[in-house]
C-alpha cells in the first residue's frame, strides 16, 4: 500500500528523466502551484541500498512538479510513496504522464516504445508466436502477437488504438539522431510532419537532423524533401501565355498599370501597354 507524506526535496534524487525539461512550462506549473498549492502529489520511491550521503527517495514521476515547487523555493513537497524497483519506476513515470495527456506527439512516441521495450524485459520479446517465458500466473501480463499486443498497450496507458499506431510508426521509425534534433521545433508537436519525417528512410533523416542544426525551422526542410518543382512543359508555357494576354486583354487600364508596377514595369508612357497589346495580337 502507498505512503503519503510531505518530505524535503533534498531528500529527493530526481536521476535522469524519459524527456527533457521544458523551463517555459515549469514556470506555468510554478503559476499555477503558487496560487493553488500542490494538487497532485509526485510519485517517489526509496532508493534501494543507501550509501553514504545518498538521498532516501527516488523521484518516479513528477519532475516538472517538484522543479517547479524548486522554482518558487519550497524545501518540501507532497509525494506518495511506491514500492518498485528501477524497471516499475520507468513504468509507472510513463503511466502517468500518459495518462495525465502532458505529452506532445513526439514525446508520447517515445514513451510508448519505451513501455513496451520495458515489457519486453519483463516478460520476453515479443515474437510471431507470442511470450513462451512468462509463467501462466502472469497471464494477464503476457504480450500476445498482432493486434493483442496493441490492445495491452492501450488499455494499460489509457490511449485509443489512433494514438497507439501513429505513436509506434514515430517511435519505430525515427532516427535517435533527428528525433533529437526536432527538440525545440514546432515540428514535435506537429503530428503529421513527425509521421511524414519517420517515412524517410535513415540516410535522409540524418541528413534532415543535419539541416534543422543549421536552422530549425522545418518548413524549408520539408520543401527541400519534396525536391525542386518541375518547370511546365513547352505546351504548358503556351496555354499559359494565352491565358496571360488574353486577361491582359480583358483589363482595364487600372488593372493594367496595376499589373506592370507589381512586376516592375511601371509604365507612364503607356509603351509596355502597348507592346503588351501586340503580343495578345500575335498569339491569337
Do not use: C
Amino acid at each position: 500500500m502507498a505512503d503519503f507524506l510531505r518530505t524535503p526535496i533534498a531528500k529527493i534524487h530526481i536521476g535522469e528523466r524519459l524527456r527533457p525539461i521544458d523551463q517555459a512550462y515549469v514556470e506555468v506549473i510554478a503559476a499555477s502551484m503558487s496560487q493553488r498549492g500542490q494538487i497532485s502529489p509526485i510519485m517517489i520511491r526509496k532508493t534501494p541500498a543507501k550509501g553514504k550521503g545518498a538521498t532516501p527517495y527516488t523521484l518516479v514521476a513528477g519532475g516538472y512538479r517538484i522543479t517547479a515547487a524548486t522554482l518558487l523555493g519550497w524545501t518540501e513537497i507532497d509525494a506518495i510513496v511506491v514500492e518498485a524497483d528501477g524497471l516499475e519506476a520507468q513504468l509507472l513515470e510513463i503511466s502517468e504522464n500518459l495518462y495525465r495527456n502532458e505529452l506532445n506527439p513526439l514525446d508520447r512516441a517515445i514513451f510508448v516504445m519505451k513501455y513496451r521495450e520495458l515489457w519486453e524485459e519483463q516478460h520476453g520479446k515479443i515474437t510471431a508466436g507470442g511470450d513462451q517465458k512468462s509463467k501462466p500466473h502472469d497471464a494477464d501480463l503476457i504480450f500476445a502477437p498482432g493486434r493483442e499486443v496493441a490492445k495491452q498497450v492501450q488499455e494499460r496507458l489509457g490511449i485509443s488504438s489512433d494514438k497507439y499506431e501513429r505513436a509506434v510508426r514515430i517511435g519505430r521509425n525515427m532516427h535517435p539522431t533527428l528525433r533529437q534534433a526536432l527538440r525545440g521545433t514546432e515540428a514535435e508537436h506537429d503530428q503529421s510532419k513527425l509521421l511524414k519525417l519517420a517515412k524517410l528512410p535513415a540516410d535522409e533523416q540524418v541528413k534532415v537532423a543535419a539541416a534543422l542544426k543549421e536552422n530549425p525551422d522545418i518548413k524549408p526542410v520539408l520543401q527541400w524533401l519534396k525536391g525542386p518543382v518541375a518547370a511546365p512543359a513547352a505546351a504548358d508555357q503556351a496555354k499559359i501565355l494565352k491565358t496571360l494576354t488574353e486577361a491582359w486583354e480583358d483589363a482595364d487600364e487600372d488593372t493594367r498599370s496595376q499589373f506592370l508596377e507589381h512586376i516592375g514595369l511601371a509604365d507612364p508612357s503607356g509603351e509596355m501597354a502597348a507592346l503588351m497589346t501586340s503580343i495578345r495580337s500575335e498569339a491569337a
